[in-house]
């Protein structure tokens, strides 16, 4: 049996009523994250360290449960793949979290080659699209890929010393714009409860 697939408006009302009914959950997280993210802004070496700590363990943890899962199961085909792709993740994992640096520097590239291609991209479609899309819109969509390619040649130009601290700096600003977010639309949802009873 096929269960009906809910529709974008159904989603959209169920979304709104959850809003409503815990709009102060929604705000506490939205004060987290704008408090965290200020801390990494503030901090962003630290914040830099830290993920690539929790990276280290991600890459680690899954290269175990890897490992574990073919060893048990030694008798399907690709073993020996399967093997060298468990044992490579653990070994990557260990490294990374017995020199945090090297994960910093390399998540710091893998983000420069995101805003290259990135920002390439949104020219591109700018480009492709500038008939079909508003005017607005179009300079927004080439201003974005303006902008990732100016992120990424500043990445370029401050490598290595910048990657001690790039990661932190834009993941905290990523976390406070979202804790914003979050918080605007608590409030949005807590104001129109009040009104609701109020009438």
Do not use: C
Request: hydrophobic share 60%; net charge positive; no cysteine.
């Amino acid at each position: 049996m096929s269960s009906k697939q809910p529709t974008p408006s159904e989603v959209r009302r169920v979304f709104v009523i959850e809003l409503h009914q815990h709009w102060a959950l929604y705000l506490v997280e939205g004060v987290v994250l704008i408090v965290l993210g200020l801390t990494a802004i503030a901090l962003p070496p630290l914040a830099t360290l830290a993920i690539a700590i929790l990276i280290g363990w991600l890459v680690l943890v899954s290269g175990i449960i890897g490992l574990v899962t073919t060893l048990w199961i030694s008798s399907t085909p690709g073993f020996g793949w399967s093997l060298l792709s468990a044992v490579l993740a653990v070994i990557v994992g260990l490294v990374l979290l017995a020199n945090a640096e090297v994960a910093a520097f390399s998540i710091t590239v893998v983000l420069l080659v995101f805003f290259v291609i990135e920002g390439a991209a949104s020219i591109m479609y700018a480009r492709a699209h500038k008939r079909e899309i508003s005017q607005s819109r179009w300079g927004w969509m080439m201003a974005s890929g303006v902008i990732d390619l100016a992120l990424a040649a500043y990445i370029l130009y401050g490598l290595p010393v910048i990657a001690a601290w790039a990661l932190g700096l834009l993941v905290g600003i990523n976390m406070l714009f979202g804790g914003v977010a979050l918080v605007v639309m608590a409030q949005h949802a807590h104001a129109a409860d009040r009104r609701a009873h109020r009438s």
